[in-house]
């Protein structure tokens, strides 16, 4: 069984969980798909190493869980970048899991676009290169003949873009529409409980659910950025983030919340694409569902997409992810398409 080989960038939440879950699947992997799939080069912030051989994974685990640097482990490189790093590695599959940058991209739109340029596939949850520049890197993919696979990149291990691309390949999707921001709901749902916002958000940024700065989630861009994902993906259409109208939960009262529940009605942040003519009206907003909405009844931890169609009908998933490893879940299932495509 020739090794598919694999270089993974980023270190952290996803990448050790996923390191982790390619220890705990390989001989699964083996037998359902005939395939070993082996890591032969890693890096983080500090440093990268690589042995052709594949590296073992156990010790990095230890090194990263011991709060170090690669940089410890022997031949570890240090002083280039990940984009530097993949210009010349002898591997099948690059798989991207740097901090998400919305700004540039970096240190990730590099990486992927010199392993696409180099004909190499790749899988990555990061939705900053997505965003900024789909259609390129969906173009350079193409031409290259090579995989672009990012269904974490999109609501972790709720396999929305899978649905759509895949599932939906040839409907009509009137309608999207999914809770896709897990913060907003988490806080939403306090708030239900008759948390008011501001307490409501600062228990959530005790628990590390929310950053320092909330705004990315809480002003709705976060969603804007997954719907971005969601139209160019599998809408098709060539999206950026002006092209969505987004309203965050900021302004939402307890009495919002309690005149909603009067109505039977629940709020939550709600991104949607809505088809009208041949083309789709993009939006990000709190929006009053009635409870017996499937999306209504997502409590906190809970994320949900709804797709209607023209002749699948309506398609309802949801998830409940409390912690990163359904993400790397869904990185590992990309990695297996690639390689089982492969010959
Ligand atoms: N966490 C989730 O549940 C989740 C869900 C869906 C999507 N995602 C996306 O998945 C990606 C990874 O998330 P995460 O939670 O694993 O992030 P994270 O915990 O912050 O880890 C990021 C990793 O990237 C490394 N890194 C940072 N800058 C780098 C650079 N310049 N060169 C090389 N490596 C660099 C870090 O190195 P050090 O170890 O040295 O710091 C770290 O190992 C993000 O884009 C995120 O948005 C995450």
Redesign the pocket.
């Known amino acids: 069984m020739h090794p598919t080989r694999l270089a993974i960038?980023?270190?952290?939440?996803?990448?050790l969980r996923l390191l982790e879950l390619l220890r705990l699947k390989r001989d699964t992997i083996r037998t359902r798909f005939e395939r070993d799939l082996l890591v032969v080069g890693v890096?983080?912030?500090?440093a990268s190493v690589h042995d052709a051989q594949g590296l073992d994974i156990s010790t990095i685990l230890d090194v990263?869980r011991s709060k170090q640097?690669i940089a410890h482990l022997p031949n570890a490189r240090t002083n280039t970048?990940?984009a530097e790093w993949l210009a010349h590695l002898d591997i099948d599959i690059v798989v991207e899991?740097?901090?998400?940058n919305l700004k540039t991209g970096e240190?990730?739109l590099s990486a992927i676009r010199t392993a696409l340029a180099r004909k190499l596939s790749v899988v990555t949850?990061?939705?900053?290169p997505l965003v900024l520049a789909y259609s390129e890197l969906a173009t350079l993919a193409r031409q290259n003949g090579v995989a672009l696979l990012h269904s974490?990149?999109v609501t972790?291990g709720l396999p929305t873009l899978n649905i759509g691309t895949r599932d939906l390949a040839v409907t009509t999707i009137e309608r999207v529409e999914g809770i896709l921001n897990g913060t907003t709901n988490y806080i939403l749902s306090r708030m239900a409980q008759g948390q008011a916002y501001d307490e409501a958000l600062k228990h959530t940024q005790e628990i590390g659910m929310a950053e320092a700065d909330p705004s990315l989630d809480v002003d709705g861009w976060d969603a804007a950025n997954k719907l971005v994902i969601i139209a160019n993906a599998v809408l098709r259409r060539p999206t950026t983030l002006k092209d969505v109208t987004v309203e965050g939960i900021r302004h939402i009262t307890l009495d919002d919340i309690r005149d909603a529940q009067e109505h039977r009605q629940t709020i939550k942040l709600i991104a949607s694409a809505e088809r009208i003519g041949k083309d789709y009206n993009l939006t990000v907003r709190p929006t009053r569902l009635d409870q017996s909405h499937p999306l209504a009844r997502l409590g906190a931890g809970m994320m949900g997409v709804i797709y209607e169609t023209d002749i699948n009908g309506t398609i309802f998933a949801a998830i409940q992810e409390d912690d990163?490893y359904p993400?790397a879940a869904a990185v590992l299932r990309d990695i297996v398409q690639i390689a089982t495509q492969r010959a």
Request: aromatic residues 0%.
């Open positions: 960038v980023g270190l952290g939440n996803v990448g890096c983080d912030s500090a990263k640097s970048t990940p899991l740097t901090p998400t240190p990730g949850a990061n939705k900053g974490a990149a972790g990163p993400t």
